[in-house]
């Protein structure tokens, strides 16, 4: 599954401690010069655990299989809050504490918390703590067998990575859209859609190996991957190479004494990314050498500068952005008719037509991908050297700020007009009421004013990150370099300011 991951077996059965999660991986030895060199090029910037102020007390909270349980711990509440209050609580989806909590204020922090950290979400979520409490049959100690099948994702489905995850997004958004989930609808609605994610992600657990749910099934993991690609924290990186390179045992993917092998199958010698560090510190706690660190990084780096572009990120990008650009389109005045004449064609019951909210999507792709191949026309441009991955890729990793800047900036008028009602909804069941229901933080005029400027922060990103992936390879791959590098930028100006213009006449609609 993991197929540039590290050494061969040991012979020790002991030192795999029998785990059969450990010892069902098999790895390869790397080649010295090149991982040499891809070390050089990747090096993830500051170490946070040799930070000579805080720097004691993150080693320490790190080797404390604890603080990850802990760190899961107050969202696993929350969400069986949830879950209760949406089923037994009061039936005005403002006034009811889990649809409250969960569209007014948690959509958009996690949206936050990519763009700032990356993976942060995943550190503490309750759906995928939940299912590995369960596999590993304990809370926070290291457990030597798991419950469950352990099985390995499918090669044939592995192979595919993040689209997995896209697709499933695509169909849980379709089902929220499609029983006014996120509206909100009925409290209920909240609690069942959230039961679901609980179950699917259990399952996954018991069937599957490690949190495969994670990487691989989990309907926010495309989203978190890219969006989370601008985010400061580069994640768990080797500290010396040589160190890493000379290892024979690699405890961070088989797992030790202290701690499991990682779950999301990221050796930390070869990471180039944020993408598929979880930030769940096993790799931290198995290394013998203490030759792990959390390292931060600039800004948008794991947008500009892996040294290896995965066509999968590069295609969730394409197809979450034409999601969020239907959930655009679709709130203006002229589309009710369109989805209602749809829906009259083919005796859909009613909004979103599925052949428009997958084709709105489809064409948003297409778009994507015959601009990017106006530019390679444009600019006499060849195969990246050093990329097996096509221009496509290269475009659609410049648009990922633009992208993850859409879907916070949807999400603000629930945030800036609702969010007040969250303390209402925690008091309401105690018969208090702090009169604040009505409240609005911002005004609809403002509210798009912010969209807008959101939207403008995204554009100044996306620029930025389409000129240093075009400069780098252009220069390289192009006979037209001045033409192309013209090409590239100004198509990502045009799908940026169709984005952001389209806020205005949306008049902040929820």
């Not at 019951?349 to 444009?378: C, E, M, R, S, T």
């Not at 800036?416 to 009505?438: C, D, E, T, W």
Request: charged content about 15%; aromatic content about 12%; some cysteine.
């Amino acid at each position: 599954m993991a197929k540039s991951i590290v050494t061969q077996p040991r012979s020790d059965k002991k030192s795999e401690h029998n785990d059969p999660i450990s010892s069902s991986i098999r790895l390869r030895e790397p080649r010295q010069s090149g991982m040499a060199k891809h070390f050089v090029t990747t090096d993830p910037g500051i170490d946070l655990t040799e930070n000579r102020f805080f720097g004691r007390f993150l080693k320490k909270s790190l080797r404390n299989r604890k603080f990850q349980f802990f760190l899961i711990l107050p969202n696993q509440i929350i969400f069986w809050i949830v879950i209760a209050t949406g089923i037994f609580g009061v039936s005005d989806p403002g006034r009811n504490f889990g649809p409250a909590i969960t569209w007014y204020l948690w959509f958009a922090l996690v949206f936050v918390l990519m763009a700032v950290i990356g993976r942060a979400w995943c550190a503490m979520c309750p759906f995928g703590g939940f299912g590995e409490w369960i596999q590993r049959r304990t809370l926070f100690q290291r457990t030597q067998k798991s419950l469950g099948l352990g099985k390995k994702l499918p090669e044939s489905w592995a192979g595919h990575g993040l689209l997995i995850s896209s697709i499933v997004f695509v169909i849980l958004t379709f089902l929220e859209e499609f029983f006014n989930i996120a509206g909100p609808g009925v409290p209920i609605a909240t609690s069942i859609m959230v039961l679901s994610i609980v179950a699917f992600a259990t399952l996954s657990f018991l069937l599957f190996e490690r949190r495969t749910f994670c990487r691989y099934l989990c309907p926010l993991s495309s989203v978190i991957a890219t969006a989370g690609a601008m985010g400061s924290v580069a994640g768990f990186r080797t500290k010396d190479r040589n160190v890493c390179l000379s290892c024979k045992t690699k405890d961070c993917m088989r797992g030790g004494e202290d701690g499991f092998g990682c779950p999301w199958y990221t050796w930390p010698g070869s990471a180039d990314s944020n993408a598929f560090c979880g930030l769940c510190s096993e790799c931290y706690k198995s290394c013998p050498s203490d030759n792990i660190g959390l390292f931060v990084q600039k800004p948008l780096t794991s947008v500009i500068a892996p040294t290896r572009r995965r066509f999968d990120i590069g295609i969730s990008v394409a197809i979450l952005f034409g999601l969020v650009l239907y959930q655009q389109y679709n709130a203006l005045g002229w589309y009710g008719s369109v989805d209602d004449w749809l829906n009259s064609q083919i005796n859909f019951p009613h909004y979103p037509n599925p052949i428009a909210y997958l084709g709105g999507i489809a064409l948003a792709v297409g778009a994507i991908w015959l601009g990017v191949l106006g530019i390679q026309k444009l600019g006499g441009l060849r195969t990246i050297v050093g990329q097996k991955t096509s221009w496509f890729v290269a475009f659609a990793y410049a648009i990922i700020p633009i992208t993850g800047m859409d879907y916070f900036a949807r999400q603000l008028p629930k945030l800036l007009k609702h969010v007040v009602r969250v303390p209402s909804a925690v008091v309401s069941p105690l018969g208090i009421n702090l009169g604040i229901y009505k409240v609005h933080l911002l005004t609809d005029p403002r509210i798009v004013t912010v969209q807008v400027g959101v939207m403008g922060l995204g554009t100044a990103l996306t620029l930025w990150s389409t000129y240093r992936i075009a400069k780098t390879d252009i220069q390289l791959n192009a006979s037209r370099p001045k033409l192309a590098l013209a090409g590239a930028m100004g198509f990502a100006l045009v799908i940026c300011v169709a984005a952001s213009v389209l806020y205005m006449p949306m008049h902040a609609a929820s």
